[in-house]
């Protein structure tokens, strides 16, 4: 029998609490359709109904969690060094991570092919922080590939944190990882009057949406031109 439902406390929000509540304290494994169902007071075709399946269900709880994790960080206002904001943010992912495990390894649970809801908002996040380096002409790779090594050496060392007993974590592999990240991605300064073609090419990408005079068909192909200036060997 399911339960009543009160203002703000529907089904759905009753389910997400209810799986959120199971993972954090037994894991992905502890989620079942017939434990959130009694936790939840809910039968199994509400959840159906509402999530499709399981891995519906979990993507939402993801998703869920990543919004509120971002929601108490609406105070953080940009500064005007993108590179110091990248820090900020690098810093702020790993304590989500730490303080939310089941959540953080559903969020980036491995998908051939495919990016997890929840990981792909974050990437979308982080992507935003690339750019503003890009246009202050201090990136030195293209901004996808930069994205993608920042992303795999954050959650990276997320993981490989998140492994260890809590009492030995050496909290210095993530100052180091996103040192040596920072070092290899961006310049140590904002650009010079002539910061080569590659670095011309990445800040001239970074700030094509803010162009009206090109056509989008322009902007894509101007865009691919800019994309093999800033991959080219160096």
């Given at each position: 029998?399911?339960?009543?439902?009160?203002?703000?406390?529907?089904?759905?929000?009753?389910?997400?609490?209810?799986?959120?509540?199971?993972?954090?304290?037994?894991?992905?494994?502890?989620?079942?359709?017939?434990?959130?169902?009694?936790?939840?007071?809910?039968?199994?075709?509400?959840?159906?109904?509402?999530?499709?399946?399981?891995?519906?269900?979990?993507?939402?709880?993801?998703?869920?969690?990543?919004?509120?994790?971002?929601?108490?960080?609406?105070?953080?206002?940009?500064?005007?060094?993108?590179?110091?904001?990248?820090?900020?943010?690098?810093?702020?992912?790993?304590?989500?991570?730490?303080?939310?495990?089941?959540?953080?390894?559903?969020?980036?649970?491995?998908?051939?092919?495919?990016?997890?809801?929840?990981?792909?908002?974050?990437?979308?996040?982080?992507?935003?922080?690339?750019?503003?380096?890009?246009?202050?002409?201090?990136?030195?790779?293209?901004?996808?590939?930069?994205?993608?090594?920042?992303?795999?050496?954050?959650?990276?060392?997320?993981?490989?944190?998140?492994?260890?007993?809590?009492?030995?974590?050496?909290?210095?592999?993530?100052?180091?990882?996103?040192e040596a990240i920072i070092a290899a991605i961006t310049t140590g300064?904002?650009?010079?009057?002539?910061?080569?073609?590659?670095?011309?090419?990445?800040?001239?990408?970074?700030?094509?949406?803010?162009?009206?005079?090109?056509?989008?068909?322009?902007?894509?192909?101007?865009?691919?031109?800019l994309d093999r200036i800033t991959t080219q060997p160096h």
């Open positions: 029998m399911e339960v009543a439902d009160s203002p703000g406390d529907g089904p759905r929000e009753r389910i997400l609490a209810a799986t959120a509540e199971l993972l954090a304290s037994g894991g992905r494994e502890a989620v079942s359709t017939r434990a959130v169902s009694a936790a939840a007071g809910v039968q199994a075709p509400t959840i159906y109904r509402l999530f499709g399946d399981k891995r519906g269900l979990l993507d939402a709880v993801a998703a869920e969690g990543f919004a509120a994790y971002l929601n108490d960080k609406t105070g953080v206002e940009p500064t005007a060094d993108p590179v110091e904001d990248l820090r900020t943010g690098w810093d702020m992912h790993i304590e989500f991570g730490l303080a939310n495990p089941a959540l953080y390894l559903l969020m980036n649970e491995p998908r051939p092919g495919a990016v997890p809801p929840a990981a792909a908002a974050g990437i979308e996040i982080l992507a935003g922080h690339i750019r503003r380096i890009a246009a202050a002409g201090r990136l030195r790779v293209g901004e996808e590939r930069a994205v993608r090594l920042v992303h795999a050496a954050g959650s990276g060392t997320v993981i490989t944190l998140i492994a260890m007993p809590a009492g030995e974590r050496d909290h210095a592999l993530s100052v180091l990882a996103r300064a904002p650009a010079t009057a002539s910061p080569g073609p590659s670095g011309a090419a990445t800040a001239l990408r970074a700030a094509l949406p803010q162009t009206t005079a090109l056509t989008t068909g322009e902007q894509t192909l101007l865009r691919e031109w």
